[in-house]
T-cell receptor
Framework: ETGVTQTPRHLVMGMTNKKSLKCEQH?????MYWYKQSAKKPLELMFV???????ENNSVPSRFSPECPNSSHLFLHLHTLQPEDSALYLC???????????FGPGTRLTVL | GESVGLHLPTLSVQEGDNSIINCAYS??????FIWYKQESGKGPQFIID?????DKRQGQRVTVLLNKTVKHLSLQIAATQPGDSAVYFC????????????FGTGTRLTIIP
C-alpha cells in the first residue's frame, strides 16, 4: 500500500448520472493530483491542488469538477459524462514543492 | 511540444536475467526523472528517481542511468523475478518542485519463467 486510497475501485455509470470519486492520502502530503489513464496513452494530468488551492486545471471539460476540502482528501465530481471518459482515474499526492508523486490504485470508470 | 517516450513498447526477459528499459526525452532542460512500475489493476508505484546533476543512482536491484548528452534514461533491473512483470514508465519535469510531471507511454516487461 502506498498510503493513498481511492474509492470506489470500479464504477459504471450512465451519461446522465452524477457520481463522485474519492481519494484520501495518509502521508502528510500537501499536494494532490487527479490523472486520467487511457489505454496506450501517457498519464494525462487533470488537476493539481497544492495546500488545498487548485494550481492546475489542464483544460479539463467542466463535466469533471474537483474538490479538495483539506490536504488529506480529494474528490472528483462527475456529471453528464461521455463514453470516451471511460478510463482509469488515478489520484496521487506529493510533499509540497517536490515532484515525487505517490499514486493510489485508481478507479476504473466505465460510462455507458 | 516536449515529449517523453520509450524506445520499445514490450520487452520479454528470462527469469534471473537482467533487464534494461529505456526512455528518451526531448526537453534538454529536464531536471528530475522518476521511474514508475504499474502492475495490472494497480496504480503506478514509485521505483527510483534521479536529478539531472547525477549520472547514476542505485536502489535495491534497480539502477537508473541518465545520459544528458543524448537525453536518454534507462532503468536496469538485476536478476529479474516474476513479480517484476509490469508496465514501466518514466516521468520528467524541467523544474523540480513545480508539482508537474510529464509521463511516457510505458514499456510492458514480461518475465519468462
Amino acid at each position: 500500500e502506498t498510503g493513498v486510497t481511492q474509492t470506489p475501485r470500479h464504477l459504471v455509470m450512465g451519461m446522465t448520472n452524477k457520481k463522485s470519486l474519492k481519494c484520501e492520502q495518509h502521508l502528510g502530503h500537501n499536494a494532490m493530483y487527479w490523472y486520467k489513464q487511457s489505454a496506450k496513452k501517457p498519464l494525462e494530468l487533470m488537476f493539481v491542488y497544492s495546500l488545498e488551492e487548485r494550481v492546475e486545471n489542464n483544460s479539463v471539460p467542466s463535466r469533471f469538477s474537483p474538490e479538495c476540502p483539506n490536504s488529506s482528501h480529494l474528490f472528483l465530481h462527475l456529471h453528464t459524462l461521455q463514453p470516451e471518459d471511460s478510463a482509469l482515474y488515478l489520484c496521487a499526492s506529493s510533499p509540497q514543492g517536490t515532484d515525487t508523486q505517490y499514486f493510489g490504485p485508481g478507479t476504473r470508470l466505465t460510462v455507458l | 511540444g516536449e515529449s517523453v517516450g520509450l524506445h520499445l513498447p514490450t520487452l520479454s526477459v528470462q527469469e534471473g536475467d537482467n533487464s534494461i528499459i529505456n526512455c528518451a526525452y526531448s526537453n534538454s532542460a529536464s531536471d528530475y526523472f522518476i521511474w514508475y512500475k504499474q502492475e495490472s489493476g494497480k496504480g503506478p508505484q514509485f521505483i527510483i528517481d534521479i536529478r539531472s546533476n547525477m549520472d547514476k543512482r542505485q536502489g535495491q536491484r534497480v539502477t537508473v542511468l541518465l545520459n544528458k548528452t543524448v537525453k536518454h534514461l534507462s532503468l536496469q533491473i538485476a536478476a529479474t523475478q516474476p513479480g517484476d512483470s509490469a508496465v514501466y514508465f518514466c516521468a520528467e519535469t524541467p523544474n523540480f518542485g513545480n508539482e508537474k510531471l510529464t509521463f511516457g507511454t510505458g514499456t510492458r516487461l514480461t518475465i519468462i519463467p
